[in-house]
């Protein structure tokens, strides 16, 4: 499900800020947010953009040109703010019958997200589908010999295959009742990586017949599948761990198909925040995938899995985690240093396999170090 960039929310309380006389807090869904003071009242119903929001060229977010039209986290008066709230009437002509909170209006607004991986990769395949669009191949390719000659095959990618699930969990804000909800319910806290999610799969190979290969391997990154081996992060962590022959080993042995998911860390990748001189991969999701069904492996089983394949999980922060009494106090958990380098760490992924719970929690001091 797409995240709600921009949603009609409501303001669930109104609070002052210590020292501060034209700005007060107000509180939607478990963000604190400031707002001038006067502009809202609580109950009443407001479009909520989240963080990591990039709001159109439009003339009514002219204040936030200096920011290139991004949503981040800031701290005024001492109060973290994540997020803005706009008045109703900021959706002009927009169309409703009911007009509820939760309404999605991302799209309406023309909100686009901020994420530099996926930018990186919509790039690369513009610049690559560029190569392919010159005005001589243009005109060659109205010729069946030229297309069956140099156009089969050509792309080095394709859209992430259909039984692999993207890995983006929703943030702990998004959650308003967890702390009363799930309140004595025991996670695990595994620290939350700045890095390139990749995944990588085994799977039985539906075509085989009586020479084919009986496992099928595939790297991909976010958003496609690479098909050919390069010298992007991802095939590079993939030839130098072994994975293919190493995942195929496990396939035999368990008699299924495997599904690896992690972030991959290292040089040119979100600016090396932790320093290191080579790519590497830690592991934070396997699930068994067999015959359309797939089955996701809980912690203790992804570590032994991760020393089959000779890769490390992501660093487990403890396995006793409790949430907090209020969201506020929860996100508080969130900081702390990395236990990979000297740098705040960008926060907490929490899970509970049998109930099938999961979400994230973001280090405040970590975003507002990295201006996030």
């Excluded at 501060?20 to 604190?32: F, H, M, P, Q, R």
């Excluded at 019958?97 to 309404?103: E, P």
Aim: charged residues 25%; contains cysteine; aromatic residues 12%.
């Amino acid at each position: 499900m797409e995240r709600k960039l921009a949603s009609i929310q409501r303001i669930e309380s109104i609070t002052p800020i210590e020292g501060a006389e034209s700005i007060e807090k107000a509180t939607v869904l478990g963000w604190e947010v400031v707002v001038k003071k006067g502009d809202f009242l609580p109950g009443q119903l407001c479009v909520y953009c989240e963080v990591d929001s990039i709001l159109p060229d439009r003339p009514e977010f002219e204040f936030l040109r200096d920011r290139k039209f991004r949503i981040r986290t800031i701290k005024l008066r001492g109060q973290v703010s994540q997020g803005i709230c706009f008045p109703m009437h900021i959706l002009k002509d927009y169309r409703l019958k009911n007009v509820v909170a939760g309404t999605d209006v991302t799209e309406f607004l023309g909100i686009k997200k901020y994420d530099p991986q996926a930018e990186a990769e919509q790039k690369e395949t513009e610049r690559v589908m560029a190569i392919h669009n010159g005005r001589i191949d243009k005109l060659l390719k109205r010729y069946t010999w030229y297309r069956k000659l140099f156009m089969h095959g050509r792309s080095d990618r394709m859209p992430m295959p259909s039984f692999i699930t993207k890995t983006d969990e929703d943030r702990i804000q998004l959650f308003p009742h967890a702390c009363t909800e799930w309140a004595g319910v025991r996670f695990i806290a595994t620290e939350k990586l700045d890095g390139q999610s990749a995944t990588y799969y085994c799977i039985r190979n539906p075509r085989k017949g009586l020479f084919g290969k009986k496992w099928l391997f595939g790297v991909c990154s976010r958003r496609f599948q690479l098909l050919k081996p390069d010298n992007s992060s991802y095939w590079t962590v993939a030839i130098e761990q072994d994975l293919q022959n190493r995942m195929t080993s496990w396939c035999e042995n368990n008699g299924m198909g495997l599904i690896i998911q992690g972030e991959i860390i290292g040089p040119k990748i979100q600016g090396n925040k932790y320093k290191r001189n080579k790519y590497e991969f830690y592991l934070f999701n396997a699930t068994a995938y067999e015959a359309g069904l797939k089955r996701v492996y809980p912690q203790s089983s992804q570590k032994t899995i991760a020393d089959y394949l000779g890769v490390d999980t992501v660093p487990i922060i403890t396995g006793d985690y409790y949430l907090q009494g209020t969201i506020t106090q929860t996100v508080a958990t969130a900081s702390g240093d990395s236990l990979l380098a000297d740098t705040p760490r960008e926060g907490l992924v929490v899970r509970n396999y049998s109930k099938k719970i999961s979400f994230k929690i973001i280090n405040v001091d970590f975003l507002l170090k990295y201006g996030e």
